[in-house]
């Protein structure tokens, strides 16, 4: 008899879990980008009063007698499908539409990172979220609140005539376009190999000597002073993009002023950032997202804040950038290694290195929006009403085991 009042006992005690599952839902039914929960019970021990049989020539089977005690908590499972599009108006504000997560940290895990296999710690550390509510700061770096940044791919420089030809001064019929730049062309920005934070670059006012056609003269030997006939010196601002150095590590120029922006966007299939220079008044790529996904989103580890980490039960972390344009900058993580695309092998933005898939995030970018919450107010107050009831009955439960308890110790009378 007291069976029953332990496996009521543990309903409660399992209701009382999941009903706790179910208020952390309805609290965060406004907070952007939270994803649900659920709570699963599972049935707990049970105790077999006579086994089963398979019966014989002369004797049919039988079927195990057994009786349980109650029920268990199973598992609190995560809902990471992607929620609805929520309209804010701020172009920083952005949402993921499909799998996987914005990375960021704070600025010292790209201190020393390379991109090589031994990068491992530094890939896994840092912090994955589905809340894109960023602002480039007044340190230039697209802010990801709480001392974290955004990580990216940086704009190192646009692809100039040198790069692009075999020998730029051919003449024009006979100029032959290099290998590598097959399907590009002259202007197209050149993004970092190194994943590190997304920041702006710098401008630097420097002296041009120009002819009388206004095109640069390039003479080492000019002297300011004694000028030739038509050449003029210009003071010209340019952007200037930040350069890898110490293996990968993109460091900052202080004697240099940070560029300053309007007009920042976000494309929505490569996660290109761009924006127009106050200095220049050109349009400037700044970089390009980053998104981490893992094998298993349901697995990583909730830390708070709305942010994640990859770790045992969420399976490997790969880094990409947007969309299938992707595959032109050959930018991929996995496990710490970076790899590149493999030219032969362009279908779909994927590519198969040392035995490895590498897939390019198929998810876009939506901005001026952030993503909204997955709980589901009217399913949370149905799942708290049936809890509510489910409660209530194991206490019934324990209510009558005492009543026939009470009435067992009265025979004595």
Do not use: W
């Amino acid at each position: 008899m007291t069976g029953s009042m332990y496996a009521a006992i543990a309903g409660l005690r399992t209701h009382m879990q999941n009903l706790n599952v179910i208020g952390h839902n309805i609290a965060n039914v406004n907070t952007e980008s939270y994803k649900s929960a659920r709570s699963v019970f599972k049935t707990s021990i049970y105790s077999t009063t006579s086994g089963g049989s398979n019966g014989t020539e002369v004797a049919g089977g039988r079927n195990p007698s057994q009786i349980g005690y109650g029920s268990n908590l199973a598992s609190v499972d995560i809902d990471m499908s992607t929620g609805t599009y929520k309209v804010t108006g701020k172009s920083t504000d952005l949402m993921l539409d499909g799998d996987g997560f914005f990375l960021i940290g704070d600025k010292t895990i790209s201190n020393n990172f390379t991109g090589g296999a031994e990068d491992v710690e530094a890939l896994t550390s840092l912090t994955l979220t589905r809340l894109g509510n960023f602002d480039f700061g007044a340190d230039g770096y697209l802010d990801a609140g709480g001392g974290n940044v955004v990580y990216g791919f940086l704009c190192t420089g646009v692809i100039t005539r040198e790069d692009y030809y075999v020998n730029p001064d051919a003449p024009e019929d006979q100029l032959e376009v290099k290998e590598d730049m097959v399907g590009k062309k002259i202007g197209d920005p050149i993004f970092s190999d190194q994943l590190v934070p997304i920041r702006f670059p710098r401008v630097q006012t420097v002296t041009e000597y120009r002819d009388k056609d206004g095109k640069p003269v390039e003479d080492a030997d000019l002297d300011p002073d004694n000028l030739s006939e038509g050449v003029k010196a210009v003071e010209v601002t340019k952007i200037v993009y930040p350069q890898a150095e110490n293996g990968g590590h993109l460091t900052e120029d202080e004697t240099l002023e940070r560029a300053r922006f309007t007009g920042v966007t976000f494309d929505e299939t490569t996660g290109m950032i761009t924006a127009t220079s106050n200095d220049t008044k050109q349009i400037v790529t700044i970089g390009c997202l980053a998104v981490g996904s893992v094998t298993n989103p349901n697995g990583v580890t909730q830390i708070g804040n709305s942010n994640y980490k990859a770790g045992p039960g969420s399976g490997d972390l790969k880094i990409a950038t947007l969309g299938g344009a992707a595959e032109s900058m050959g930018i991929s993580y996995v496990n710490g290694s970076l790899r590149q695309a493999d030219p032969d092998n362009p279908d779909a933005g994927q590519a198969s290195i040392d035995g490895l898939r590498i897939l390019y995030s198929p998810t876009t970018l939506k901005s001026n929006g952030l993503e909204s919450s997955k709980a589901d107010l009217a399913q949370e107050i149905a799942n708290m009403i049936v809890t509510q009831r489910g409660y209530q009955a194991n206490t019934r439960i324990i209510t009558v085991t005492d009543s026939m308890l009470e009435e067992l110790v009265n025979m004595k009378r």
